[in-house]
């Protein structure tokens, strides 16, 4: 039995020992000065990584919740709103949507296809929309989509774009103001390396000025009573104030690294998976091209079960990434790649994936994916 | 400046180091089996803390969100509820229940006041209601009720009782099934000795069965996504692991302690606080009796505006009590005794506030609150 743990899968992500360091500390009281502070600091360190001016609103929370905060104050009931879903992720939109009585329109793709911005424009040409809710990146599937052409179209539809971008921010290119997003909704707990627990979401002038005549209940997930607190450093509720803590911290080395150098860290690491993966003979699942930065999906070879490889993998070698989910139980694994990751990690990862493939009885080729995945890593970025 | 720190308010409360150095852990996957065996553990325990054969439900979140949780799964817009505050917590069952739109019938007491359950039957004599929503510890003013009637009354009207039990669980007693309490919400930070982060509610069967047809939207706050999840150990979101582990060792060290002790702790600490206060002269607005074991409020002397000794004393002296809210700013001070707390963290805070209003110029007898308090917390309790 494995000793030590390695976390691999699309989120939770490892967190930093300094990151932990300070979820550690002792309770502080959430309206003092030593809270205040660092409140202060990570939202104005959150407005950085969601490249905005407006206000990022800082949740205790899931994801999941900052994408109901988007539904709850952007819709009522019947309400003509557009899914966008290609994966697991996408259809928790379309859940919550449903949940809040919407007229949904559900733009749906197979798990794993590509959702184009042109079918988003056609299908808003059919049927008018008040917002089209997608997915940046679709961590069931390993597909990043560019988010520049749905907001276009939406924008030219009159609807409002929002994006659930829990997986993507911090590890791939995401411009709030410039491409003119609607709602970006995210977590600390995938690229911003922070335990599980904060959800953030920013809203352009446009929504918010949607949102107040959005007649929907909410009072936890609401913007404006959570944009008052913030105002005067004072937390509507009493936020998890040892999560904001590391949060803090694990934005500070975000941004000491750089938004541009981690971008291109997510970029060369997913390159260096894809590749190990390719040299050791398997079929990535996952967009073979550098859009797929976040996480790489392959299929199990023929005759093993992905799902046993993963808990051979965990069980035996302490290693954990992903099963498939929904439609792809059993068929693909995920290795995830971000946040506090280098390249060794991937190496780690690949080492294990060939171990236990051996075990179960596959033909890999050994000892290629390592040595390849760290060329492929140093190679000049595209 | 002050180097090292006492938090006494009444929450977020001190978390034991065991709970920080869990949370302070590794980050691991809400999936594996190292989750789930802690997750069973604590959500075994927490029925243990809430006296209950029901499911506890565990959300990331603060106490507002269960308490917000409780309304949207229990009401439809229209719904006749009956809210019942004296107090800054009471106040914001209100403000929950009038954004989902509810017939909201309020009865409203000074803050300060002891709500009886005499009052709230009057009150339903006169007018129906589906859901009777109440405090148990109003943590504003030091005011603990006895839920039993409250729940009775409420039940011969056909109505659910709604109980905010956030400072309260595990504090002073509280008995979901045998008092037929039909909503207990809490959270972790108080009583629960763990960082803020983590909202918790439970709900008798008559609950549940009116749930089903309650019409509000809702999605992270729901019960029965939330109850399935835990039933197969499968969160319905991404849980907050880090803050799940500490609530898992609060929770060992609180049951060890025993329940019966900790609330025999808590009146004895209350005592002590009330005795101490009263020695040196101060008066108390809080109940000057034993049902008062969760936060003491006292009046600042004559000339004395409270949020300033409030400020000397974290400022100056390195400890955090609460200051009045609302109504009763400037005027009062309060002391949190809840959760991790012996009787020197009180003889601490009753010192403090001596030297504090000795140096803000106030005529306090000094020297007698810490032997006062002493002799209080010893005595054999009532």
């Known amino acids: ?3 030590k743990r390695y976390l691999m899968t699309p989120g939770p992500t490892p967190a930093p020992p300094e990151v932990l360091a300070a979820v550690g500390q002792p309770v502080i009281h959430h309206r003092g000065p030593d809270f205040r502070q660092l409140y202060a600091e990570a939202l104005g360190r959150l407005r950085e990584v969601f490249r905005t001016e407006q206000e990022v609103l800082l949740f205790g929370g899931s994801g999941s919740g900052a994408m109901e905060s988007a539904v709850a104050n952007l819709c009522s009931a019947g309400d003509p709103v557009l899914v966008v879903s290609a994966g697991y992720f996408g259809e928790r939109w379309a859940a919550i949507a449903s949940t809040y009585g919407v007229e949904l329109d559900h733009l749906r793709y197979t798990w794993g296809e590509i959702p184009s911005a042109d079918d988003v424009a056609a299908r808003l040409r059919e049927r008018e929309a008040r917002a089209v809710l997608f997915t940046h990146s679709e961590t069931s599937t390993g597909v990043v989509v560019d988010p520049q052409p749905f907001a276009s179209v939406a924008r030219e539809a009159g609807a409002l774009s929002v994006v659930d971008a829990v997986s993507s921010l911090g590890a791939v290119p995401l411009e709030t103001d410039a491409w003119g997003l609607g709602v970006v909704a995210s977590g600390a707990q995938k690229a911003l390396m922070t335990p599980p627990g904060l959800a953030m979401l920013t809203a352009s002038p446009a929504a918010w000025q949607r949102s107040v005549s959005a007649a929907s209940p909410r009072y936890y997930w609401d913007w404006e ?6 105002s005067t450093l004072d937390a509507p509720v009493t936020p998890p104030v040892n999560l904001v803590a590391g949060l803090n911290v694990a934005l500070r080395m975000l ?10 860290r997510h970029r ?3 390159r260096a998976c894809r590749e190990g993966l390719k040299a050791m003979g ?6 073979d091209d550098d859009s797929s930065a976040v996480v790489t ?6 005759g093993i079960d992905s799902g046993e490889l993963v808990l051979l993998l965990r069980d035996r070698h302490g290693v954990t990434l992903a099963p498939g989910q929904g439609e792809l139980k059993g068929k693909i694994f995920r290795i995830g790649h971000i946040g506090y990751y280098d390249v060794f990690d991937i190496t780690t990862a690949l080492a294990a994936v060939e171990l236990a493939l051996v075990e179960l009885g596959a033909e890999v080729e050994r000892g290629v994916a390592v ?9 000049t970025p595209v």
């Open 371 to 379: 040595t390849r995945a760290l060329e492929a890593f140093e190679q």
């Open 255 to 264: 941004l000491d690294e750089g938004l541009e150098a981690a971008y291109d």
């Open 282 to 287: 398997l079929e990535l699942s996952s967009p």
């Open 297 to 302: 999906a392959a299929r199990a070879p023929e």
């Open 225 to 230: 009573r959570t944009r008052k607190g913030q």
């Open 1 to 3: 039995v494995a000793e």
């Open 268 to 270: 060369r690491l997913g």
